[in-house]
């Protein structure tokens, strides 16, 4: 088998509707390719041949954080007073990457609104407004210092993420004003808020990687060993991923 280069990581990227530019903030890939993996920025084009183009070619997804909410009629929502900006480009994105994704087995990260489009996708539904409609919520939206830890989550035992913290609980940043409602097909809640809000899924099906947590462990890639090691086992899988496309088309030449 020849040797394998580094997983390739496809991250969708933001909208600035100010400007019409497609962007992504710097850590997201930085962690990636601290990890060992190898960028690749996927634009917002909500075609369904560009997308299953870019996913062909990748051996993991991460969905990062984003300025914007989903829009809540994809979860069968009228939109709450206090729901933010809606980039109906990064949606269908997403979504359309997560559908690819699903059907390939790829491995996938989700980060903040990442866990939530997630979630959006697999049929579960969202808090559009954390303040609003649940007053007795500690603070989520921490403002900066943005690397800061604000508080902790108590993490279930038997998780994976429990295994990558080596603790019941840890500490996170938080910057978010929705969360999870109600869990969609195959999510499994790993963590959880001191008022019960979900701060992490996995995926309980051993054929795929997929696990998306609240909070941004980006923006402590370099120092944090939860951060670091959240990163790590995901490329470690793409890595894997990668490998048994290879053996696949290798054996289908032999053939």
Request: proline share 6%; hydrophobic share 40%; net charge negative.
């Amino acid at each position: 088998m020849k040797r394998l280069e580094r997983p390739r990581i496809g991250i969708t990227m933001r909208l600035e509707l100010k400007t019409n530019r497609f962007y992504l903030a710097r850590y997201y890939s930085e962690a990636v390719e601290a990890a060992g993996g190898l960028p690749v920025h996927v634009a917002l084009i909500p075609n369904p041949e560009y997308i299953a183009g870019v996913m062909a070619g990748i051996d993991g997804l991460l969905l990062p954080g984003s300025d914007s909410d989903i829009d809540p009629l994809r979860y069968g929502q009228e939109p709450y007073p206090r729901l933010g900006s809606v980039h109906p480009e990064k949606d269908a994105t997403d979504l359309l990457a997560l559908e690819e994704a699903e059907r390939r087995a790829t491995p996938i990260f989700a980060i903040c609104f990442g866990i939530q489009s997630l979630n959006v996708f697999r049929g579960g539904t969202l808090i559009q407004d954390i303040p609003s409609q649940q007053p007795k919520a500690i603070k989520h939206n921490q403002g900066a210092p943005r690397d800061r830890h604000s508080h902790r989550v108590r993490i279930l035992d038997g998780s994976l993420l429990r295994q990558l913290a080596a603790s019941e609980t840890a500490a996170v940043n938080s910057h978010h004003h929705q969360a999870i409602e109600n869990l969609g097909r195959e999510l499994v809640a790993t963590a959880w808020a001191s008022d019960g809000l979900v701060e992490a899924v996995e995926d309980p099906r051993s054929d795929r990687f997929v696990v998306g947590v609240q909070w941004h462990p980006e923006l402590a890639w370099d120092r944090d060993p939860l951060s670091q090691a959240l990163f790590g086992r995901f490329v470690d899988e793409a890595r894997n991923f990668a490998r048994a496309k290879q053996i696949q088309r290798e054996d289908a030449v032999n053939v």
